[in-house]
């Protein structure tokens, strides 16, 4: 196990921020500020673009930034696929940026690996308050125990929810029934389905990816 996490890819980068919201709605993405003077900035922005993960069998994995998919490259445990038409400056090389890479060596992702994190709950939940279902930043979202903890609720994928501190101050200590609010929907573990979902979000910015993800 030790070893294997030490390979992994992306038990942590696994939906950067800068992947998904920060370019949520109103945001142009990365791509959209082209325009941009500093160089140094279109280069840091450059480097949070998201890249594809594919498992050595073609299977789209995960979403990573350009700069770990990068680091990925360099230490050979991923090739590229396909190619953004930009390059980065390091002191002596250019390197080509990366829109989709592979990892060379097969990687069994086991279900349980799809961590809970506050992270993955904003993800799975579209930055949406499951109680007043609107959208806002991560920022000023927080997790809900369905069933609160002073209750015995457990801290799952089944009882935590994307909540604003507005609803989750008059939810209080009580059930939603109690409190009378309703949930959007019922909380849902964090399924292959629901990731390559949010893949494919993600990827509607990127032509290169949809052959891995359009199927
Ligand atoms: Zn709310």
Redesign the pocket.
């Known amino acids: 196990m030790g070893a294997n996490r030490h390979m992994s890819v992306d038990s942590r980068g696994r939906y950067t921020p800068e992947a998904l919201g920060e370019a949520a709605p109103g945001s142009e993405g990365p791509t959209g500020s082209r325009s941009h003077n500093l160089l140094s900035g279109r280069r840091a922005s450059l480097m949070q673009e998201p890249v594809l993960v594919l498992n050595a069998t073609y299977e789209p994995i995960n979403v990573t930034a350009v700069r770990r998919a990068m680091v990925l490259m360099l230490k050979g445990v991923a090739q590229a696929e396909e190619m953004h038409n930009t390059e980065v400056h390091s002191a002596a090389h250019a390197h080509k940026v990366p829109s989709v890479i592979r990892l060379l060596a097969y990687r069994h992702i086991p279900q349980q690996s799809r961590a809970l994190s506050r992270k993955n709950i904003l993800l799975r939940d579209r930055n949406t308050?499951?109680?007043?279902?609107?959208v806002?930043p991560s920022s000023e979202l927080t997790l809900d125990h369905v069933l609160p903890r002073s209750r015995g609720g457990r801290s799952t994928w089944e009882n935590l929810v994307a909540?604003?501190y507005?609803?989750?101050n008059s939810k209080g200590d009580r059930t939603p029934e109690e409190a009378g609010l309703k949930l959007a929907r019922k909380p849902r573990p964090f399924t292959l389905h629901t990731s390559r979902q949010l893949m494919r979000l993600i990827g509607h910015r990127d032509e290169r990816w949809r052959k891995y993800l359009f199927y």
């Open positions: 308050c499951q109680f007043c279902v609107r806002f909540c604003c507005r609803c989750n």
